[in-house]
């Protein structure tokens, strides 16, 4: 089935350092969301980007989506021990047009003091 | 803003017995949806709500019934629960998935034994 698929699978970083992940996918998208996930809670979203944008900005966060290579990316700069976290892409699906998404299987961020 | 409420938080079921978890979201949401997720097997959906009065099958709909009882309120219910069924279940909503994420409720924990 059409899905996210991240990179790495964990990640340690000091505070302070930019952490960057990747989302790979399959298919032609409408829009590709990130999601966050602390230990025991719910997905918050972060962002969404549309097919049509290559870069979007919020606060600390940076995703940019590459259309032609079907991958997205996730920065977050100046990295905080808050950040430590699981982060998930997700993606609709353009060729069936379905009122869902599918998320990849996630980053573990772990924040290092 | 409640946001996205699940009950129960917690549960442990015997093998073959049922029960029902309860979604309710305060948003007048459009679509709403069925998640588990699993170690390493990151989110997977069940069931989805488009609209009222309509269901849909996901990734992994066997074992598994739902109700959209109305608007608001969105259940999934395990008629004969098996060990495999483990699993943390996460409930979400959107507006419309195409232009806005979708808010979770905190997930119930559920231990088949």
């Known amino acids: 089935s059409q899905q996210g698929e991240e990179d790495p699978q964990a990640l340690s970083i000091q505070e302070g350092e930019n952490a960057t992940m990747n989302c790979s996918y399959k298919?032609?998208?409408?829009?590709l969301q990130w999601y966050r996930q602390n230990s025991g809670r719910g997905l918050v979203h972060l962002i969404l980007?549309?097919?049509?944008?290559r870069e979007k900005h919020s606060g600390r966060l940076r995703v940019t989506l590459d259309t032609s290579k079907k991958s997205s990316s996730l920065l977050i700069t100046a990295s905080r021990a808050a950040d430590t976290a699981s982060y998930f892409c997700a993606t609709d699906d353009l060729v069936n047009r379905d009122d869902k998404i599918i998320f990849g299987k996630g980053t573990r961020l772990h924040i290092l003091p | 803003n409640a946001g996205v409420t699940q009950t129960p938080k917690f549960q442990v079921l015997k093998t073959g017995q049922s029960m029902t978890l309860q979604c309710a979201q305060d948003?007048?949401?459009?679509?709403m949806y069925w998640y588990r997720q699993d170690p390493g097997m990151g989110l997977r959906l069940i069931y989805y709500s488009a609209s009222e009065g309509t269901t849909d099958k996901g990734e992994v709909p066997n074992g598994y019934n739902v109700s959209r009882l109305n608007k608001r309120e969105f259940s999934l219910r395990l008629e004969s629960a098996a060990p495999s069924q483990t699993s943390v279940y996460f409930c979400?909503?959107?507006?419309?998935?195409?232009?806005?994420?979708?808010?979770f409720g905190s997930g119930t924990r559920l231990t088949v034994v």
């Open positions: 980007i549309r097919s049509n944008e």
């Open positions: 298919t032609s998208i409408n829009n």
């Open positions: 948003m007048n949401h459009n679509s």
């Open positions: 979400a909503s959107s507006e419309e998935v195409r232009n806005y994420g979708y808010t």
